[in-house]
Nanobody, 117 residues
Framework: QVQLVESGGGLVQSGGSLRLSCAAS????????MGWYRQAPGKQRELIAS???????NYAGSVKGRFTISRDNAKNTVYLQMNSLKPEDTAVYYC???????????WGQGTQVTVSS
């Protein structure tokens, strides 16, 4: 049974930093690409960062240069380091992965990030 558990969200002032973690179980983690999405109130969920099994990363333009995605295969964990946070980064952040065989997607429960101005 695949489980993704996010942690690390919270309230931070504009310009501050947070690091989100997503611990995965039930998969051979090193073989899976991982992604971070976010959903702000009244908006669609959007992909903001991804990392392949080969450690190739991609970022949405809105976070490029401020956020860094990384993974630790020994800990089955993917991270999102968020620096220079802005009020518009306020959202629920979700961890995601997809089986390349079944195409089934898996989501964590989400963690709230609130950036005050």
């Amino acid at each position: 049974q695949v489980q993704l558990v996010e942690s690390g969200g919270g309230l931070v002032q504009s310009g501050g930093s947070l690091r989100l973690s997503c611990a995965a179980s039930g998969i051979i983690f090193s073989r899976y690409a991982m992604g971070w999405y976010r959903q702000a109130p009244g908006k669609q969920r959007e992909l903001i960062a991804s990392i392949t099994s080969g450690f190739t990363t991609n970022y949405a333009g809105s976070v490029k240069g401020r956020f860094t995605i990384s993974r630790d295969n020994a800990k089955n964990t993917v991270y999102l380091q968020m620096n220079s946070l802005k009020p518009e980064d306020t959202a629920v952040y979700y961890c995601n992965t997809e089986s390349s065989i079944t195409r089934r997607t898996y989501w964590g429960q989400g963690t709230q990030v609130t950036v005050s101005s």
